[in-house]
């Protein structure tokens, strides 16, 4: 094998992903080698259940397969069975997860019908409770996970972190001969304050078939150590996420380095994104930018894929770019529809390309394609279904006719016979 086969074949997949325990979340199957689940949370009032709801609905049209709603008082506990069931009228059946801190030992034990209508509980191990409070509160939490049959994820984040254990491994290190550096002592931190609260949680009664963990940090390099040794370390399933990613691209490309490189290899069940809205923003970003993530990288199907060329001196003209945002907008608003009457057209691939330079092979290489015409070339877009070139554009029409085609496309292929 020359060394162009060795990097093709060391590069083409990525590494298998790490076995862990299989968690039932409201019947979405987190782990045990199962697909990597998309999850989103809300930003509204909890209380405010018909807004809560709304939101939940946005969010699950969207694709998240779960969402989390905080639970940090009487009035959001004593929303989460209206906000169920309000979901329920609307048509959706998401599991929705509670996010509890500080007192959620005590929302739990005073509604039990919020506790039932969770489909998961979510524990912050670092401010679960302090000193002799804490494995008293912790267990109590487990107590109502036992009780009405729930999983919990165990959520330890840097900006929460336990600092109790932290000083204590603090004053370990300072006794070494070779002190390691304050970062990698608080990564540590991390990591045993997730580990030995999901080993306390199984000693109280909770399966490992039951515990999710997380280990949530702000920095990419941070992130993939953190995991890492949280992979090496235990088989528990595996929630991964930027905390505190940022807003915009800054926020998205974070996120997506760190990981990527942990889905790439083997690491993670389940993955968000933690994005910052923009005042009024579209909160469904962060669900299409983790789905995107794992369309890209090979893991799931969600959506076709539309691919377009960057357009260069050659492209002058806009009615490639123009196309290729028509055809993307169509795609993302027919999807619900398509969903159920085209079964497998989320592995549909489209390519709209603006001039002849990669635009034929581009286009070959996709299921139904078109080449348009850049800067000075003769006005005709030549359209390839299936790897062969199938007809010639011309005139003003091409857009609309080329939407058409993929229209007739869809149709053809992935209407079921019989």
């Given amino acids: 094998m020359n060394m162009t086969s060795r990097i093709s074949a060391a590069t083409a997949a990525p590494s298998p992903r790490r076995m862990s325990e299989p968690v039932n979340v409201g019947g979405v199957l987190?782990?045990?080698?199962?697909?990597?689940?998309?999850?989103?949370?809300?930003?509204?009032?909890t209380a405010d259940i018909e807004g809560t709801?709304?939101?939940?609905?946005?969010?699950?049209?969207?694709?998240?397969?779960?969402?989390?709603?905080?639970?940090?008082?009487?009035?959001?506990?004593?929303?989460?069975?209206?906000?169920?069931?309000?979901?329920?009228q609307m048509g959706h059946s998401v599991p929705l997860i509670g996010d509890f801190h500080y007192i959620g030992h005590k929302l739990l034990a005073d509604h039990p019908a919020c506790a039932e209508?969770?489909?998961?509980?979510?524990?912050?191990?670092?401010?679960?409770?302090?000193?002799?409070?804490?494995?008293?509160?912790f267990g109590a939490i487990i107590d109502m996970a036992l009780r009405f049959g729930k999983p919990v994820r165990i959520g330890a984040n840097w900006g929460s972190l336990d600092q109790e254990l932290l000083t204590h491994l603090m004053d370990e290190n300072a006794k070494r001969p070779d002190p390691l550096d304050v970062r990698a002592i608080t990564r540590e931190a991390m990591v045993q304050s997730a580990l030995l609260s999901a080993a306390r949680a199984e000693e109280i009664g909770l399966g490992a078939n039951r515990i999710i963990i997380s280990a949530k940090v702000s920095a990419v390099q941070d992130l993939i150590a953190v995991y890492r040794s949280v992979a090496e370390r235990s088989h528990y399933a595996l929630h991964l996420g930027l905390t505190e990613a940022g807003m915009g691209s800054k926020g998205i490309v974070a996120s997506s380095a760190a990981m990527g490189i942990l889905l790439q290899d083997g690491i993670g069940d389940t993955i968000r994104y933690s994005l910052t809205p923009e005042p009024g923003g579209d909160r469904t970003l962060e669900v299409r930018a983790a789905q995107e993530l794992l369309q890209t990288m090979g893991f799931r199907t969600f959506v076709p894929l539309v691919a377009a060329c960057p357009g260069c001196g050659r492209t002058t003209s806009t009615v490639f770019q123009q196309l290729a945002q028509d055809i993307q907008g169509w795609i993302t608003s027919s999807m619900p529809d398509w969903k159920t009457r085209y079964p497998g057209v989320e592995a549909l691939n489209?390519?709209?390309?603006?001039?002849?330079?990669?635009g034929p092979g581009e286009s070959k290489h996709a299921d139904i394609g078109i080449s348009l015409p850049g800067t000075g070339?003769?006005?005709?877009?030549?359209?390839?279904?299936?790897?062969?070139?199938?007809?010639?554009?011309?005139?003003?029409?091409?857009?609309?006719?080329f939407k058409q085609l993929v229209a007739d496309y869809i149709d053809k292929r992935y209407t079921p016979r019989g």
């Avoid at 989390?68 to 069931?85: G, L, Q, S």
């Avoid at 209508?117 to 509160?137: E, S, T, W």
């Fill in 377 to 401: 070339e003769t006005p005709a877009a030549p359209v390839f279904i299936d790897g062969k070139k199938a007809l010639t554009l011309r005139g003003p029409a091409i857009a609309a006719e």
């Fill in 30 to 45: 987190v782990g045990g080698g199962g697909p990597i689940i998309v999850q989103s949370m809300t930003n509204t009032d």
């Fill in 350 to 358: 489209v390519a709209v390309m603006g001039c002849i330079v990669n």
């Fill in 117 to 137: 209508a969770l489909a998961k509980y979510r524990i912050n191990p670092g401010n679960v409770g302090f000193r002799a409070k804490r494995d008293l509160q």
């Fill in 53 to 88: 709801a709304r939101q939940v609905a946005a969010l699950a049209r969207a694709g998240s397969e779960l969402v989390r709603i905080t639970v940090d008082r009487d009035e959001a506990a004593a929303a989460v069975p209206h906000i169920r069931d309000r979901l329920a």
